[in-house]
């Protein structure tokens, strides 16, 4: 008869505990944890060794060589730091010096325009072009044998002059590119990193692979729209070009030549996404940048485009790029999509990064797994006792959440939003079908994990090929619920490492399951972002012929199963309470609401 423990400590709490633990680690640090014990974290090596002599990790050379190389990097990012603050205010101030000359030059330019000078020293047919001259005909009716493409670059060319080249940046220190096996403690060792640069790198994010493609995805979709709306405004002309004393013809070849700027600025979509988006450097904010990219996969043609344009750009902007994959950077594109791209790509991360291997073949996940006593969270089979305590434990963790049981609505993405049949404070209960066997998606589990501590997921299949869709989708379910530290309860046909075992032949891959959100259209929910704007309705995207591997998607099931053993462990939830996002806007509010509370008490006492 299986143990059963009480979730009691997970839900009632009202205090926020942070406990060293093998596993507890792992997570402990992650991008949406503001709990911090002290004000500076201790690096990675020192958080290694610490747990190791205190028994809580086994140790492994292959993960204090990473930890130690990640602690040789921290050293060198707190001088870098203030490298990179010196290096943004001369580089604020060059442009604003080269935009104040731009705008002369282009005053200079209109004012010999308004005077017909400039149409006269171009072509002695002077009265003939003042006649043709309109602001709505092509550029090279406006400049005559010129074209706007070579008067911007002239224009830019005495702008050097003028005020200098753009300054350089101090080189960066190399970044780590860390790959191994399954339960290697890649992502435990990124994360002491991650947690340990708080405090000395102003600039930090922390992505998963499938938010990161989302939300690129989504940066790329509103930055077209932007374009959009902005050339269907005929009359947008700049307040600063409005107020210049020239006439409307001369200001409407101003306001010309500044949309001419923009859009050869927005020709290159991805390095303005990875300028306004992953740097997320606010106003007036200053210092170096650090993206931690988790699981870093080249599963198809947008995902090695993508990668490849926004990483570069990252690294060559001075971007310190830590990343995880189960592969080296040259055996990631397994299938040879994008070559030309993809090997562009590999170059940069070989020259801006250090390879580095975690080669143990353990998975640690399932060592900690093996010395638990409690295994209570994943019921099989589906048979009358199993869903008895299945039912039973639902019960009982909805008693102690309290409330009532309803259905409720979550928000996605793009306007979207997805329905929860059973949902009470936090606590939200599905069927396998209704996640995993409909035209939904990373950017849905990412909301439901987000929007819920705890989650119950009832009748899992065994996978087979009969069903490749529903199991990648439930394998990126459970990447989402693991990587947002929820608490997971499934009841399922077989045991969790026969789940992926299907005896149908033929290796189990989904193309629908690399297509992205985008808006709602009528019924089609999803879009081949490649495919210049075509929308399907949840089928394979045509230009995708290609796609993972089965080796590729053992690593996936290997994860999947490695991460639902390691979701039932004690160590595990003993993390939820201060790391689902759940739990970390309760606890923000509650700060917020003391920070209130003692404010006015300060006031009325004084």
Known sequence: MRKKISISSLLNKGSIQRRVSNKYLINAIRPYSEDLSSPKSPGPLLQYRKLVEQGRLQHDPYQERVALALENLLGRLEQYEKEMEDYHIKLAEWEKNRETERRKLLMEEAELNQRGDLWT???K???????RWSFRRKSEDIEPGVGKWVSYLNREKKLDSLVGRRPTAPPA???????????????????MFYSATEGIVKHRQRFHFHEAMLKINEAMHKLWKNQVEEKSIQS??????????????????????????QEVQMKNILPAVADKFLVDRQAGE???SILCFDEIQAVDVFAIVALSGIVSRLLSTGTVLVSTSNRAPKDLNQDGMQREIFLKFVNKLEKHCEIILVGSEVDYRRQIAQRSVDKVHYFWPLDG??????EKMWCQVINQAGGEVTSSTVPVMFGRTLEVPQSCNGVARFTFDYLCGRPVGAADYIAVAKSHHTVFISDIPVMSMRIRDKARR?????????NHHCCLFCSAATSIDDLFQGTEEGTLFDLESFQFETETEGAKLRRDVLAEGSVSSGGAPAGITSMLSGQEEMFAFRRA?????EMQTPLYLEGVRSLNPYFQRKHQSFKNCSYSASTVHHQVSH
Request: proline share 3%; glycine share 6%; aromatic share 12%.
């Open 121 to 123: 020293s171009v072509n």
């Open 125 to 131: 047919r002077k009265s003939e072009l003042l006649e």
């Open 173 to 191: 220190p190399k970044g780590l590119y860390i790959y191994g096996n399954v339960g290697s403690g890649k992502t435990m060792l990124m994360d």
């Open 236 to 261: 947008s002309i700049s307040s600063w070009i409005m107020n210049l004393p020239f006439d409307m013809k001369a200001k409407e070849w101003l306001a010309a030549e500044e949309r001419y700027k």
């Open 286 to 288: 200053r210092g170096a």
């Open 385 to 390: 006792t199993a869903l008895k305590e299945f």
């Open 474 to 482: 439930f394998i990126t379910l459970i990447d989402e619920l693991y």
């Open 561 to 565: 199963v490695s991460r639902l053993i």
